[in-house]
């Protein structure tokens, strides 16, 4: 069974550019959740997509946009990139989005690490 | 809003030892879940333990035990015969278990401890 899946590793951009991100779901799973973790920091849920829909955002601005594609898989997009951005983007896939608690483990990715110059 | 607090940056321990992070959180909520997530160099955030909140039992995972007090809003971790591959950080997340919301799905995670393993 593969695990979560992220690319790229590393990513270098400068302020004002435009950045995709994307995460391969582990398999079986329809739920893909997005954090960032600033260094030194815990991470910071971003939104959560659940079968191709937008099911809960956290307190990011509308420059940070996403989508879920048939296969479960998923990609996070900035736009006008800030500083502030520079961060490890985590994706985390799970069987569901609800409350049983035997289907909505979010199994994590290894990140995306994001600099902004 | 719900948060959540480590208050100790930083943890070592001697290799065999026990050694025990602090978390605590606040909310209004009844029903949720709480979790330590181990987050090791290689940055793979790795699920340890989970807690029900309406169990009044600590849950326990081999060498990793929890002791949550709901009242005073305390969940914390023991790590017990410490090894070198323990060393990492761990971070203390909290997570509603009602449905709906615009938070659905959201885990909230403290600052993490950076627990070092001295051999």
């Known amino acids: 069974e593969t695990g979560v899946t992220q690319s790229p590793t590393h990513l270098i951009k400068t302020r004002g550019q435009q950045v995709t991100l994307r995460c391969s779901s582990q398999s079986g799973h329809n739920t893909v959740s997005w954090y960032q973790q600033a260094l030194g920091q815990g991470p910071q849920f971003i939104f959560q997509y659940y079968r191709e829909e937008e099911n809960g955002r956290g307190n990011f601005p509308p420059r940070f946009s996403g989508l879920q594609f048939p296969n479960y898989s998923s990609e996070l997009n900035v736009n006008a990139l800030e500083l502030d951005d520079s961060a490890l983007y985590l994706c985390?896939?799970?069987?569901?989005?609800?409350?049983?608690?035997?289907?909505?483990?979010?199994?994590f990715g290894p990140g995306t690490r994001l600099t902004v110059l | 809003a719900q948060t959540v607090t480590q208050s100790q940056p930083e943890m070592s321990v001697q290799e065999a030892e026990t050694v025990t992070l602090s978390c605590t959180y606040d909310t209004s909520e009844s029903d949720y879940y709480l979790f330590w997530y181990k987050q090791p160099p290689s940055r793979q955030m790795i699920l340890v333990i989970r807690?029900?909140?309406?169990?009044?039992q600590n849950a326990t995972e081999n060498r990793f035990s929890v002791n949550f007090q709901k009242a005073a809003k305390s969940f914390s971790l023991k790590i017990s015969d410490s090894q070198l591959g323990d060393a990492a950080m761990y971070f203390c997340a909290y997570r509603s278990a009602r449905d709906g919301g615009t938070s659905y799905g959201k885990l909230t995670f403290g600052q993490g401890t950076i627990l070092t393993v001295h051999p």
């Open positions: 985390a896939s799970s069987l569901s989005p609800g409350w049983d608690s035997s289907r909505n483990e979010q199994f």
């Open positions: 807690q029900e909140a309406y169990k009044q």
